[in-house]
């Protein structure tokens, strides 16, 4: 199983020490700024021989070829992102890396020159297509609920769909599954406070989890 260590109020000047030592030690590591200026460290550490479940029997390979999918290519594309530390630009600039995001949906021209534009599901696309796999090319989050087939158990980098009933009906959020406790789901994606991260969201509010057909 999976573990997360995670430490809040952090001063910045001993947060790059304590990633440091977290990567060091094989984690993941997310650093999210707090309101109070402080940090909070996520460290995940996965167990590779327990990956929640095996993928569908009937699903294929990013090359077509019929096989299961074993590995998770786009999640190992979003870790890359998530070293990046890709964040949304304060005032009037825009983040380059997150136009591109948003240029693997059908997103119009007005929309995907911002970086304020809702990238959560962009992201994903994104991540996506760098390995490979088609996405939905939509910025809408619950656009995946349709997107591959579901799975009824997560697995490590599927992808999640959750509602976010306090913005309307239509509204949602997606990332890849990382781990899970009894009342979260650890997501590592886009747009959680406005940067690329590790971050938990409620699992009462957990809509679906998908698996590229």
């Known amino acids: 199983m999976s573990t997360i260590e995670e430490e809040v109020d952090v001063p910045e000047e001993k947060i790059n020490g304590k990633a440091a030592i977290a990567k060091a030690s094989g984690g993941v590591v997310s650093i999210v700024r707090q309101d109070n200026g402080?940090?909070?460290l996520r460290a995940i550490f996965f167990d590779e021989t327990d990956d929640e479940v095996q993928p569908p029997?009937?699903?294929k390979n990013?090359?077509?070829t019929?096989?299961?999918i074993v590995d998770a290519p786009w999640f190992q594309k979003a870790l890359e992102e998530?070293?990046?530390d890709v964040r949304e630009i304060k005032g009037s600039g825009n983040n380059p890396r997150i136009l591109e995001y948003h240029r693997s949906t059908n997103l119009d021209a007005s929309a995907a020159s911002k970086d304020e534009t809702a990238w959560c599901s962009s992201f994903v696309n994104f991540c996506m297509?760098?390995?490979g796999v088609d996405g939905t090319k939509s910025a809408l989050a619950r656009s995946w609920l349709k997107w591959g087939q579901a799975l009824d158990k997560p697995r490590k980098g599927c992808v999640v769909v959750f509602e976010r009933p306090e913005a309307g009906p239509t509204a949602g959020h997606v990332g890849f599954f990382v781990a899970a406790d009894e009342t979260n789901i650890q997501i590592l994606g886009g747009n959680q406070g406005d940067r690329v991260c590790i971050k938990p969201q409620p699992k009462n509010r957990q809509l679906a989890y998908r698996w590229p057909d």
């Open 82 to 84: 998530l070293e990046r």
């Open 38 to 40: 402080k940090f909070t």
């Open 62 to 64: 990013v090359t077509g």
């Open 57 to 59: 029997a009937t699903g």
């Open 129 to 131: 297509q760098q390995a």
């Open 66 to 68: 019929g096989e299961v």
